[in-house]
C-alpha cells in the first residue's frame, strides 16, 4: 500500500511513518518545512519527503502515483490546501493514532505512558528495560514509538520481534475530525498514569476536561491488565473515582506498593521496594524527583509484563535518555550549558530543584522561552514565578508577538529576572552574566533558534 503522511516530521507521525515502512508499504510525506532530526531518519529509511502543503503532492503524475491511503497528523487543518483536496478527490484517509491502533498495536501487548509530565523519558525508559529483560526473556523484545529519539535504540520507532509494544500516550487531540484524546486508540494491556495537570489551553477549558479524557483511556483497560498510578497524584485518584475495572498498582517516594527511598538528594541514587519488600538499589545518571517517578512507574510496568525487577536495576545504569532533556550540550570554562525540553512550571521546578540538589550553592541561570500552546496564551502566567525559585537569574524570552506581559514574571522574581525580545538579545544578556561555576539552562519545547548551541559557541568565541 502507497501511505503519504502529511505532518511527517513531527516526532510522532514521523515513528508512524518508520514503522508503515518497517511493515513493507511505501511511504512518502509532507511537512510545512522537511526538517531534522525527523527528516535525517526517514531520509534513510527510504521515505520520500516533500516540502509544503500542496494539492499535488497527493495526485497522480508521470513520476508519482496517488496514494492509496492519507494518514493525517494532528497539526493538519481545515483550509490546509493538501487537507481540502484530499476531502474534494474522496481520497482514503485516516489520522495517525487510529492507523497505528488498528494496524501496529492491535495484536500487541501495549504498555502505554500516559501524563502531564516524563511520557518522553519514561517511555523510552520503559523500552530499555523491557529491551534489557528480552536478553534472559526473548518474548519481552518490545516494539516502541518514542516523541523523540532515545539515546539507547537512535531511532524514535521500531516494531520490535517481542510481543509488547510501549508508546507514549499522549492526551493532545487525535485529528481535526477526531477530538478524541491520541490515547484513546491504542487499548492498552498496562497503562502508566504518570501525573495530572492542567495543560494544553489551546483545546481543554480546565482540568476536568483532561480528567475525563484520560478516564476514557481507563476504560479501555481490560480486568487482566494493570495501572500504575502516582500515588501521590490526587487528580489521578478523582480520575480512578468515576470507575475503575482493571487492578491498580501505585508508586511513589516513600509513598504507594512500588516505593523509592532517596539515597543521594538530587535522585541519582535511591532504593526501590514493592509491597514493603526491597528490590534493591538504583543508580543512574538522571536527575530530580520527578526522574526517580518516572524510574519508579517504568520499573512497575516492565514488571507487570513479566519481567524480573531486581533483575532490571542494572539497566538504570546503562539509560541514555532523550534528546534535550537536561541534554549537557557544552562546557566552557567552567560554565555547564544545557539543552532541556521543560515547558511547564510543574516540569521547570522539579529539573531546577533536582539541578540545585546536585550542584549545591552553584549559580543556576536560566533562559526561558514561553513556546506551547498553554504558555504562549498565558495559562501558565501566575506559576511560573514560583517555579524559578532554585534559578539566581533568568532571562525571559518576550517577542513582541507574545500576548501577555512577562513583566509579571520578571517583577515576581525579586531582581532575579529580566526579559529579552529576540534570541540575539537574550544570549547577549546571559553571556554578560556567567562566570565559571554557572550552570546554564535553556527551557523550552521548541527549537529556540538553536540557543544552547550559540551560546556554548559564544562562550568559545571570548
Do not use: K
Given at each position: 500500500?502507497?501511505?503519504?503522511?502529511?505532518?511527517?516530521?513531527?516526532?510522532?507521525m514521523g515513528g508512524v511513518a518508520a514503522l508503515a515502512r518497517e511493515l513493507g508499504h511505501t511511504v512518502e510525506g509532507s511537512d510545512a518545512n522537511v526538517y531534522p532530526p525527523m527528516s535525517t531518519q526517514l531520509e534513510a529509511l527510504g521515505i520520500g519527503l516533500m516540502s509544503g502543503y500542496t494539492a499535488k503532492h497527493l495526485q497522480p503524475g508521470p513520476d508519482h502515483a496517488q496514494p492509496d491511503l492519507v494518514v493525517v497528523g494532528n497539526a493538519m487543518t481545515r483550509g490546509n490546501p493538501a487537507v481540502e483536496y484530499m476531502l474534494d478527490a474522496r481520497l482514503r484517509y485516516i489520522s495517525g493514532p487510529q492507523w497505528l491502533g488498528e494496524t501496529v498495536l492491535a495484536e500487541r501487548d501495549v504498555l502505554a505512558v500516559a501524563g502531564t509530565h516524563g511520557k518522553t523519558t519514561t517511555t523510552s525508559l520503559l523500552a530499555h528495560l523491557l529491551e534489557h529483560a528480552s536478553r534472559e526473556q526473548a518474548d519481552l523484545a518490545p516494539g516502541f514509538l518514542v516523541g523523540g529519539v532515545p539515546g539507547n535504540f537512535g531511532v524514535s520507532a521500531r516494531l520490535g520481534q517481542g510481543k509488547p509494544f510501549v508508546i507514549e500516550a499522549d492526551e493532545y487531540d487525535t485529528a481535526f475530525f477526531d477530538k478524541r484524546s491520541k490515547f484513546v486508540h491504542y487499548h492498552p494491556r498496562i497503562a502508566i498514569l504518570n501525573n495530572l495537570e492542567y495543560d494544553h489551553a489551546d483545546i481543554f477549558p480546565d482540568v476536568?476536561?483532561?480528567?475525563?479524557?484520560?478516564?476514557?483511556?481507563?476504560?479501555?483497560?481490560?480486568?487482566?491488565?494493570?495501572?500504575?498510578?502516582?500515588?501521590?497524584?490526587?487528580?489521578?485518584?478523582?480520575?480512578?473515582?468515576?470507575g475503575c475495572w482493571t487492578?491498580?498498582?501505585?508508586?511513589?517516594?516513600?509513598?504507594?506498593?512500588w516505593q523509592a527511598t532517596l539515597?543521594?538528594?538530587?535522585?541519582?541514587?535511591?532504593?526501590?521496594?514493592?509491597?514493603?519488600?526491597?528490590?534493591?538499589?538504583?543508580?543512574?545518571?538522571?536527575?530530580?524527583n520527578h526522574s526517580v517517578m518516572n524510574a519508579l512507574s517504568a520499573l512497575a510496568a516492565a514488571a507487570a509484563a513479566g519481567a524480573d525487577p531486581q533483575a532490571l536495576l542494572p539497566a538504570f545504569a546503562t539509560f541514555e535518555s532523550v534528546k534535550r532533556r537536561m541534554e549537557l550540550v557544552g562546557e566552557?570554562?567552567?560554565?555547564?550549558?544545557?539543552?532541556?525540553?521543560?515547558?511547564?512550571?510543574?516540569?521547570i521546578a522539579t529539573t531546577l530543584a533536582g539541578l540545585r540538589a546536585k550542584v549545591g550553592d552553584a549559580r543556576i541561570l536560566v533562559a526561558l522561552e514561553p513556546r506551547s500552546n498553554s504558555m504562549r496564551q498565558g495559562a501558565h502566567a501566575a506559576a511560573l514565578a514560583p517555579s524559578l525559585a532554585d534559578a539566581d537569574a533568568v532571562v525571559f524570552l518576550h517577542r513582541p508577538e507574545l500576548s501577555?506581559?512577562?513583566?509579571?514574571?520578571?517583577?515576581?522574581?525579586?531582581g532575579r529576572g529580566a526579559t529579552a525580545p529576540t534570541v540575539d538579545a537574550l544570549i547577549a544578556a546571559l553571556r554578560a552574566q556567567a562566570r565559571p561555576g554557572d550552570q546554564v539552562i535553556f527551557m523550552s519545547n521548541g527549537g529556540f533558534e538553536a540557543a544552547p548551541r550559540r551560546f556554548v559557541e559564544s562562550l568559545r568565541q571570548a
Open positions: 500500500m502507497r501511505l503519504h503522511i502529511l505532518g511527517i516530521c513531527g516526532t510522532f476536568a476536561a483532561i480528567q475525563r479524557q484520560f478516564h476514557h483511556l481507563v476504560r479501555t483497560v481490560p480486568g487482566n491488565g494493570r495501572l500504575i498510578v502516582n500515588a501521590h497524584d490526587e487528580r489521578l485518584a478523582e480520575v480512578l473515582a468515576m487492578p491498580v498498582e501505585t508508586f511513589g517516594i516513600d509513598r504507594g506498593d539515597v543521594e538528594a538530587d535522585g541519582s541514587v535511591f532504593t526501590v521496594s514493592h509491597n514493603g519488600e526491597p528490590i534493591g538499589e538504583v543508580r543512574w545518571s538522571l536527575l530530580g566552557v570554562d567552567g560554565v555547564r550549558v544545557y539543552d532541556d525540553f521543560a515547558h511547564h512550571p510543574t516540569a501577555w506581559d512577562a513583566g509579571r514574571v520578571t517583577a515576581a522574581l525579586g
